[in-house]
């Protein structure tokens, strides 16, 4: 995945978006999967059926343009525009979709790393250490990939760094044996 470009939050500014308009046949069902997953990756948010968001950046409409290169090559339609909202949908709700989705993110990273911690904390053995660096691991590269698709800087991620400080400091501890 690209490196992101924060987009400024400013309120007095109008925002600038990419739009992906899709359409996927039905059929083979996987292809409608794929895709969502691929813009789940890629931090898009839906405004509507079909119709996916992410800040106006370069490397964001390349990321797009490939998922729209994946649609038509699957058999759909695709196409990419740049948008100011004018009516309905508003630049500040549309960042708010951005936020939420992030914070359910941070949020589920956040209960698996307490999940985590607890475990170790209950299970101080070599072979549950050991489970539990690889699982850290894991979390760790979530959280940057979750960091990586934070355009607005949601809740949460602040409560999370602190949780995998604790937990790397747990870990570090255990080898220490303190």
């Known amino acids: 995945m690209n490196a992101r470009v924060k987009t400024d939050t400013g309120t007095g500014s109008q925002d600038r978006w990419l739009l992906l308009i899709h359409q996927i046949p039905a059929k083979p069902a996987y292809l409608r999967v794929k895709i969502w997953r691929r813009l789940q990756t890629l931090g898009a948010v839906a405004i509507k059926n079909a119709v996916y968001a992410l800040p106006v950046h370069e490397d964001m409409q ?3 343009e490939w998922v729209a290169k994946e649609i038509v090559e699957g058999g759909g339609e695709a196409m990419i525009c740049e948008a100011h909202l004018i009516d309905g949908l508003s630049d500040h709700e549309v960042r708010a979709l951005f936020n939420t989705a992030r914070e359910v993110d941070y949020d589920l990273l956040a209960k698996n790393a307490r ?42 991620r602040e409560a999370l760094d602190g949780l995998l400080g604790g937990l790397e400091k747990l870990l570090k501890d255990e080898d220490t044996g303190t």
């Open 115 to 156: 999940t985590l911690a607890d475990t170790l904390r209950q299970d101080p053995t070599s072979s549950a250490k050991a489970e539990a660096k690889t699982q850290f691991a894991k979390l760790k590269a979530r959280a940057d990939q979750v960091l990586a698709i934070d355009f607005f800087g949601a809740n949460g």
């Open 62 to 64: 390349e990321d797009f």
